[in-house]
């Protein structure tokens, strides 16, 4: 069994900061491709932030210039950090993992409501 678990999200005022994090835990051999999604009401799920094991990253046009994903594979850790925050931010994030196990399937995490205020 394998538990995605976010944490990190809150309420902060337009321009300010966040930073989000995610952590795999259960019986993993590896982790591959993680990423950040997120939810706004009435919207769909749409992608934030992937980054591959090797370190390579894609962003949303939206988020590009703002926010940074990063990880520790060591920690199967994935983190979020979001600058220059917008109202238009406000959502439920949440995190994704490709991991394999003793088979290979996506994972998410529970969701971390983000909160920006104008």
């Known amino acids: 069994q394998v538990q995605l678990v976010e944490s990190g999200g809150g309420l902060v005022q337009a321009g300010g900061s966040l930073r989000l994090s995610c952590a795999a835990s259960?019986?993993?051999?590896?982790?591959?491709?993680m990423g950040w999604y997120r939810q706004s009401p009435g919207n769909q799920r749409e992608l934030v932030a992937t980054?591959?094991?090797?370190?390579?990253?894609g962003y949303a046009d939206s988020v590009k210039g703002r926010f940074t994903i990063s990880r520790d594979n060591a920690k199967n850790t994935v983190y979020l950090q979001m600058n220059s925050l917008k109202p238009e931010d406000t959502a439920v994030y949440y995190c994704?993992?490709?991991?394999?196990?003793?088979?290979?399937?996506?994972?998410w995490g529970q969701g971390t409501q983000v909160t920006v205020s104008s």
């Open positions: 259960g019986s993993i051999l590896s982790v591959n491709a």
């Open positions: 980054i591959a094991r090797s370190g390579s990253t």
């Open positions: 994704n993992a490709d991991v394999l196990t003793f088979y290979r399937r996506d994972y």
